[in-house]
Each structure stands twice: as C-alpha cells, then as structure tokens.
C-alpha cells in the first residue's frame, strides 16, 4: 500500500482553524439547510393537515432514525476507512472502500424493504393503537420513506465521499438548490394539491434523488475527486466488514434515538399521560425541533473526522489533535447558544407549528427540562467521532450508544414509573449528564493509561 501523502491535500497542509472553518462551515450550512426542510415540512403538516399528522410523524420517528442509522452505518463507516487512505495517498484502497459502500447500502435497503412489506402495515396498527386514520397514516409516510432507502443510503455515500474528498464548498451549493427543490414540492404536493403526509414523503423522496443525480453526474466534471470508473473495476462485496465495524458506533446511536424516541411513545401511553394525543402531537414537534438541532452538530463532528482521518493517515498527528480542541470548543459553544433559545422560546417554537394553545403549551413544557443541559451533548459527540476517525470502534461505541440505548430508556421508565408520564423530560438532562460523566472518565483512563504527550499521537489504532 502505498503511504505516500497527497501532494493536493488541503487537509495536511492548511492551518487546523482555517481547514475546519472552511469544511465545517460549508457542513454545518448543508445540515441547517436540511433541518430547515424538516421543520418547513412539519409546519405544512401542522397547519395543512393538522395534530393527527404531527401525532403520526411522531410515531414514525423511530423508524424514520432506523433508516438514518442504517445509512450512518455504511456513509459513517466508508468515512473513517476512506479519509485515512485518502490521507495516506492509496486511492486504489480508497476506491475499492467507495465501491464496497455501495454494495453493502444496497443490500441493507433490500432487506429494509422486505421486512417493511411483511410486517409494516401491523406495525403502524400497533404503533397507532385504535386510531385507524393515524395509523393509515403513519403506514403511508413510513412505506414511501422505507422503499425509498436505496436512493437515501446511496446519497449518504456520495456526500461523505464529497466531504472526505474536500469538496464541502461545492457540496453545500448543490444542497442548497436540492433543499430548496425539495420545499417547493412539499409545498406543492402538501399545500396545494394536499396530498398529506404522502405529499411530504414523496417531495423528500424525489429531492434525494436529485441531490444523488447531481452528485455522482458532476463527479467526472471537479478535479481531485475519484473517478466513477471506480465503482466498476473493484468488488460491490468488498470490505463491508470493516466498514459495518467502523460505521457501528454512530449509527447504533441513531439506533438508539430511535429506541429511546419508541420509549417515551411507550411510557405515554402506558403510565397514563394526562393527555396522550396533545402529548404526543407536541412530541412530534419536540423531534423534528431537536432533529434541526442536532444537525449543525453533527456537521461539526463530520467535519472534524474528516481532517482528523486524514491527518491520521498521514501520521500528522499534532494536527489532528488540533482540530479536535478546535471542534470540541465550536461544539460547546453551538449547545449552549442552542440550550438558551430553547429553553427561552419553547412555546413560541410550538406556535409555529400549530395553532392549538395546548400542544402549543405542551411543547414549551417539554422543551425546558430537556435541554436543561444540552450543552454538553455536543463535546461528548464530537470526541466520539474522533474515536471513529482514527479507527477505534470500541470507545466510539461507548460515547455514542451509551445514553440512546441505557440511559434514556431505562430514566425514561424509571420516571414513568416513579413520578408519572409526565415528568418523564427529566429523564433527558439526567443521561446527558451521565454520559458527560462517563466521557471524561473515558478520556481521562486513556491519557492516563497513554500518558500526556498528546491525544492523537497516543490513542490512535490501526482500522480493523
């Protein structure tokens, strides 16, 4: 393999601070871009169809991260193999983990497909209860969402190969026409020819398979990008272990919002909610609103794998170390910006959803316990992914599955149980302390165990 480093690399040579405002910002503009498009499309719901269909989108929630995950799972996994190898100026390995993604997306979105066409339309019925309309609509938004997978996870690959390629800039320019497509066709399709939650599914639908048009058409037209001639010449079954073992830890965090989304519906329903339907409708507005939240996060932490990947597979560590103060620090400080609007606004958000006083209220009282200390979400995630980044599965595992799969679900029942359905946010600004908790313990064990002389130089592990 060869170890040269790429003689075009701005990752290896620019400045730490200027390389990550110029990839993270485009990112962080890509993610606003899409969480506005999720919040512009609740506000269609809300107010064009009405609560049924935030109560609705709320159910689907969960299945809705399930296909988020499964896409971070390949997207996520293909990132910290590729920006290494990129890093590292092996393109034929590069090329070969480009191909195997596509691959294993694929196969993962037949066998979402199958298991949705035989058991999707008794999942809605159990998820909806008696509720025969919201139940057909809860069917409705999830099937079209489920068979359109392939084009979803395929999309995720080719914007994390843009990103791991450098090509932010570019790609925040495409997704802004992309996003802005896909709001006129929700418009259209929930508004004006009032197609409901399908209108909503089919617009996102068909926007996604423009943005991956565009992105794999004008691949051969930008200098510095692998060609598509690529995906020919290496294996599609090439690989998928290593990429499913990188990819696991973020997307079984996914996996895990949508347990922890599937727990709160539960504990609504079971311990007695003074309210069930308007606690659920304002759920379903909370979701989308901390959805949008998390996205400028997370662009955060893509950006800051990207370089660290790259930087690693050059063996500059100094720098990837760098970025990863720089990163931490951006994502404390979005948090607690974050932490303030919601807590402050949070019946003014409601409102420009719906035009109900109650779940309007009821969103303003979820929101406050909530993010009571969100603000440390963020350094916990983005150390998360830096683990992922230089190709440590295990303590990447640790910070992103630890509060979505323990935590939540277990504080959630437990308040349930002790205090009542309505008390369960608590459970919310309890794990995120946890999980800060447990985060510096991690971090602190491993600077102890490795000593002081630098995180990047002494954590760093060769990729499985």
């Not at 064009?48 to 971070?72: H, R």
């Not at 390629?165 to 790609?171: D, F, L, P």
């Not at 639908?205 to 423009?210: D, F, G, H, V």
């Not at 919002?257 to 504990?267: D, F, K, P, R």
Request: glycine share 12%; net charge positive; aromatic share 8%.
């Amino acid at each position: 393999m060869s170890e040269r480093q790429s003689p075009e690399n701005r990752f290896l040579t620019a400045a730490p601070a200027k390389i990550f405002a110029a990839t993270a910002l485009p990112m962080i503009a890509i993610m606003l871009m899409n969480g506005m498009l999720g919040v512009i499309d609740a506000v269609f719901l809300g107010h064009f169809v009405g609560p049924d269909a935030m109560a609705a989108v709320g159910m689907g929630f969960p299945v809705l991260m399930l296909t988020i995950a499964l896409s971070t799972l390949v997207s996520g996994g293909m990132s910290s193999l590729l920006a290494r190898q990129l890093g590292a100026g092996d393109h034929d390995a590069a090329g070969a983990t480009f191909a195997g993604a596509h691959g294993l997306a694929l196969a993962i979105a037949c066998l979402l497909i199958l298991v949705f066409f035989a058991g999707g339309w008794d999942f809605a019925l159990r998820l909806a209860g008696s509720d025969g309309p919201v139940a057909e609509m809860v069917w409705t938004f999830l099937a079209i969402t489920i068979f359109a997978t392939p084009v979803q996870f395929l999309l995720g690959i080719h914007a994390d190969a843009w990103r791991n390629e450098g090509q932010a800039g570019k790609m925040a320019l495409l997704s802004l026409g992309v996003t802005l497509t896909n709001i006129l066709l929700n418009s259209v399709l929930v508004g004006w020819l009032a197609f409901g939650i399908a209108g909503s599914a089919i617009g996102t639908m068909l926007a996604q398979a423009m943005g991956l048009a565009l992105l794999a058409g004008l691949r051969p037209y930008i200098g510095g990008m692998m060609p598509l001639g690529t995906l020919w010449r290496a294996r599609w079954t090439g690989g998928w272990r290593r990429i499913a073992a990188l990819g696991a830890p973020v997307s079984l965090g996914f996996i895990g919002m949508a347990l922890s989304s599937a727990s709160v519906v539960l504990a609504l329903r079971l311990a007695g909610s003074t309210d069930y339907a308007g606690s659920l409708a304002a759920y379903g507005i909370v979701t989308r609103v901390f959805g949008f939240a998390f996205l400028p996060m997370m662009a955060i932490a893509m950006a800051m794998q990207s370089i660290v990947g790259n930087n690693v597979g050059a063996r500059l560590y100094t720098r990837s170390d760098a970025v990863l103060r720089i990163a931490a620090a951006t994502a404390f400080g979005y948090c607690l910006a974050v932490e303030i609007i919601l807590w402050s606004m949070g019946t003014v958000i409601g409102a420009a959803f719906v035009a109900d006083r109650h779940v309007i209220g009821e969103v303003g009282r979820m929101l406050r316990p909530m993010t009571a200390i969100y603000l440390l979400s963020g350094p916990v995630l983005v150390l998360g992914l830096y683990f992922q980044a230089i190709g440590q599965p295990a303590r990447a595992a640790l910070l992103t599955m630890i509060k979505p799969f323990v935590l939540l679900p277990v504080l959630v029942a437990a308040t349930a149980t002790m205090l009542g359905a309505d008390a369960i946010w608590f459970a919310f600004p309890l794990a995120d302390g946890v999980t800060a908790f447990i985060a510096t313990l991690a971090l602190a064990g491993a600077l102890k165990r490795r000593g002081d002389a630098g995180i990047g130089l002494k954590l760093v592990g060769s990729s499985p």
